[in-house]
């Protein structure tokens, strides 16, 4: 089934941390909102901060110098390690940036290859280019890699022969518009894959909790271009003071020790009680995916998680995703897992 027809009947009335109420019943999330909410929905500290500049500012700014913005983008790279960060609204958009740096670095619109099965966003660029996939994953000089944290739709983490091959890419661009911002345990995916060091790194979705805001972080040569080509790289809303609050809000949670410590006990509970999934699972951190015999079973399980009160992600492929807020309390988290688990052995029963 589409992703419209599966969830378009569902109505998303109010939402707080792990917690959806729809029609006047509560479900638990186990989506953030398709990974987006990682800190929880309507976290405090972003609601204020986003709260406090819609007051003072309103949402635009374009083209003038903005306070907020200089501090975020400062702060951004302190907690990043990227020597430069440029803001952009979407996934795709930042996607397509780092695209045009690549190109302005040098290298044609045929060098552009990803990795099989990959996703990088419903614009032309990463729909038309990136989705020339290097099925071999020989990767040469002449080639920029553009290289997803996992593969979305299986939560597949590379292996490191792949990787290594990468490697040899003239120019790696890491996609963590999905798998950043703490999604698997660690600030970025690719801090997983043994000296993997990307020139480029492209985010959104938690960047912002969900308030759209995207970046792509760069090094290097990479970090030149968009420093010298600044203007021609702006537009209408990116950096505006919301996406900028919203984003300094989650920068800051992400400094605090103890946020991660418990995100890390979450991700534990998660990952040790997938283990009694009757299908194959993959995942680190607070992602994963069960591997479902085909799409239809998968589309049966979502829908049946959703009848008990559950709500996890439906890939339109033989996979059921779970990405709940790193915030997640440990009950819900709980009673979740119990409600997946019952869904998935009686589907295999
Ligand atoms: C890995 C990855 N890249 C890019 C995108 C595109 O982001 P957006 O939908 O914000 O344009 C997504 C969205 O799901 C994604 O998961």
């Given at each position: 089934m589409k992703r419209t027809d599966i969830n378009?009947?569902?109505?998303?009335?109010?939402?707080?941390?792990?917690?959806v109420w729809s029609a006047g019943r509560k479900y638990i999330d186990f989506?953030?909102?398709?990974?987006?909410?990682?800190?929880?929905?309507?976290?405090?500290?972003?609601?204020?901060?986003?709260l406090d500049a819609i007051c003072k500012t309103g949402p635009h700014s374009y083209s003038y110098g903005l306070p907020s913005r200089d501090e975020?983008?400062?702060?951004?790279?302190?907690?990043?390690?990227?020597?430069?960060?440029?803001?952009?609204?979407?996934?795709?958009?930042?996607?397509e940036a780092a695209m045009r740096v690549a190109w302005i670095v040098g290298y044609g619109a045929d060098d552009f290859y990803g990795l099989p099965g990959s996703f990088h966003g419903k614009t032309w660029g990463p729909d038309k280019i990136l989705l020339r996939f290097n099925d071999?994953?020989?990767?040469?000089?002449?080639?920029?890699?553009?290289?997803?944290?996992?593969?979305?739709?299986?939560?597949?983490?590379?292996?490191?022969?792949?990787?290594?091959?990468?490697?040899?890419?003239?120019?790696?661009?890491?996609?963590?518009?999905?798998?950043?911002?703490?999604?698997?345990?660690?600030?970025?995916?690719?801090e997983h894959y043994k000296d993997l060091e990307p020139d480029m790194v492209v985010t959104g979705k938690?960047?912002?909790?969900?308030?759209?805001?995207?970046?792509?972080?760069?090094?290097?040569?990479?970090?030149?271009?968009?420093?010298?080509?600044?203007?021609?790289f702006s537009s209408t809303h990116g950096g505006?003071?919301?996406?900028?609050?919203?984003?300094?809000?989650?920068?800051?949670?992400?400094?605090?020790?103890?946020?991660?410590?418990?995100?890390?006990?979450?991700?534990m509970i998660l990952q040790s009680g997938l283990q009694q999934s009757p299908y194959p699972v993959n995942g680190k951190g607070m992602v994963a995916a069960v591997l479902m015999p085909d799409a239809k079973t998968a589309d049966r399980v979502v829908l049946k998680c959703r009848a008990k009160g559950l709500l996890v992600v439906h890939t339109g492929k033989a996979s059921v995703k779970i990405g709940p807020p790193l915030t997640i309390p440990g009950k819900e988290l709980?009673?979740?897992?119990e409600i997946l688990?019952?869904?998935?052995?009686?589907?295999?029963?």
């Amino acid at each position: 089934m589409k992703r419209t027809d599966i969830n378009s009947q569902f109505r998303w009335d109010e939402a707080q941390n792990a917690t959806v109420w729809s029609a006047g019943r509560k479900y638990i999330d186990f989506t953030s909102g398709i990974f987006a909410a990682n800190l929880g929905h309507n976290n405090d500290a972003v609601l204020d901060a986003v709260l406090d500049a819609i007051c003072k500012t309103g949402p635009h700014s374009y083209s003038y110098g903005l306070p907020s913005r200089d501090e975020y983008l400062k702060r951004l790279c302190a907690w990043s390690g990227f020597e430069h960060a440029h803001l952009f609204t979407t996934g795709s958009e930042a996607v397509e940036a780092a695209m045009r740096v690549a190109w302005i670095v040098g290298y044609g619109a045929d060098d552009f290859y990803g990795l099989p099965g990959s996703f990088h966003g419903k614009t032309w660029g990463p729909d038309k280019i990136l989705l020339r996939f290097n099925d071999a994953c020989d990767f040469h000089q002449k080639d920029v890699a553009v290289v997803e944290g996992y593969r979305g739709w299986d939560c597949h983490f590379w292996e490191p022969e792949v990787i290594e091959s990468v490697r040899c890419a003239g120019l790696i661009i890491a996609d963590e518009v999905q798998s950043g911002f703490g999604r698997t345990g660690k600030k970025f995916a690719f801090e997983h894959y043994k000296d993997l060091e990307p020139d480029m790194v492209v985010t959104g979705k938690g960047q912002g909790n969900g308030w759209p805001v995207s970046a792509v972080l760069a090094r290097g040569r990479c970090a030149e271009v968009l420093r010298d080509n600044a203007d021609e790289f702006s537009s209408t809303h990116g950096g505006n003071p919301v996406a900028c609050a919203a984003g300094l809000a989650v920068v800051d949670e992400f400094e605090q020790e103890h946020f991660w410590s418990n995100a890390n006990i979450n991700a534990m509970i998660l990952q040790s009680g997938l283990q009694q999934s009757p299908y194959p699972v993959n995942g680190k951190g607070m992602v994963a995916a069960v591997l479902m015999p085909d799409a239809k079973t998968a589309d049966r399980v979502v829908l049946k998680c959703r009848a008990k009160g559950l709500l996890v992600v439906h890939t339109g492929k033989a996979s059921v995703k779970i990405g709940p807020p790193l915030t997640i309390p440990g009950k819900e988290l709980a009673e979740g897992l119990e409600i997946l688990m019952g869904v998935l052995c009686a589907t295999a029963a």
